[in-house]
């Protein structure tokens, strides 16, 4: 597959926007603005320390099928997402030598974004300071297929359940969906279903949850996952995979009944693809907000 690349990012600065006061929990880290009740939420993806959109279930030690590798820092998503209060995005790091870039995307719209990949309960704390809303969190509290208790309550009393993300992303198998780890390679044991979204919802913020078995091929979004989270979440979902037109954004908002959200990555024009950017900022401003 051909690989797409931006554009030169000598563009014209980015203006910040006025934002209102923050809120503040009493955890020690950095405040957050709460979330409103936008559909479009942005993404960094950062593989190698670049921005990149890579083929949900691809990544290796050896690499990944690459859509899409940026000339512009991750930083400039995020000042761009800052410059249209996109908020509730995500930024995850695919594997080492992205931490760097994470942090400066991080430091250029604080308290705006999440942070997942590597992500553990010695330094969750220190992404909160570095400038995250929240951590995501995945493979580290799952032991032998299994949720580990003991490290997903560890972490809770480190930094609460209101800054954590638990990372539900799932590939298909025998007609149920299964949470993966390790680079999605791993099937675990848990499958994505009523009693486990029930389970996990008083755990945290916010799940994230990507349909590998679509994600990075623009060929649609998966209708029956996007169901099952609407009909059994009780907290937000942010919902990645397949989108590929803005029409996915209507979906999503009436399936969802508001509380999934959509993560449109590789079909987007500053990632390579064809659908506007912007029509997904005003999307947002038509249909609640940020």
């Known amino acids: 597959m051909p690989v797409r690349k931006s554009q030169s ?30 559909v479009f939420r942005p993404c960094i993806d950062l593989h190698e320390g670049r921005v990149k959109q890579i083929v949900g279930g691809t990544l290796s030690e050896a690499g990944a099928d690459t859509n899409f590798v940026s000339e512009r820092p991750a930083a400039w998503y995020a000042e761009l997402y800052q410059r249209d209060t996109l908020r509730g995005g995500h930024v995850i790091q695919l594997g080492p030598g992205n931490e760097t870039a994470a942090r400066e995307a991080l430091a250029a ?28 969190i995945t493979s580290w509290v799952f032991h032998e297929g299994r949720l580990n208790e003991e490290r997903l309550s560890a972490l809770i009393k480190a930094i609460g359940a209101e800054r954590l993300v638990l990372d539900l992303s799932c590939r298909l198998r025998g007609g149920r969906y299964w949470v993966v780890t390790d680079r999605w390679q791993t099937f675990t044991e848990m499958p994505v279903d009523e009693t486990i979204l ?3 919802a008083p ?3 916010e799940f994230l949850v990507h349909a590998v078995d679509v994600e990075g091929k623009q060929a649609g979004i998966d209708h029956n996952l996007i169901q099952l989270l609407a009909a059994h979440a009780d907290i937000p979902v942010t919902y990645a995979g397949g989108a590929n037109q803005l029409a996915d954004l209507d979906t999503v908002r ?5 509380r999934v959200h959509l993560t449109i990555g590789s079909a987007l024009d500053i990632f390579g693809g064809a659908l506007k950017y912007e029509d997904c900022v005003k999307y947002n401003r038509r249909h609640g907000g940020n």
Do not use: K
């Open 9 to 38: 990012h000598n563009t014209a600065p980015i203006n910040e926007p006025h934002l209102p006061s923050l809120r503040t929990f009493d955890i020690g880290h950095r405040t957050y603005l709460p979330y409103g009740a936008a």
């Open 109 to 136: 719209y604080p308290g705006g974004l999440q942070i997942g990949g590597g992500v553990n309960l010695d330094n969750a704390a220190g992404w909160l300071d570095a400038g995250a809303s929240h951590v995501i």
């Open 198 to 200: 029930r389970q996990l």
């Open 203 to 205: 755990r945290c913020a």
């Open 254 to 258: 009436h399936a969802g009944h508001g």
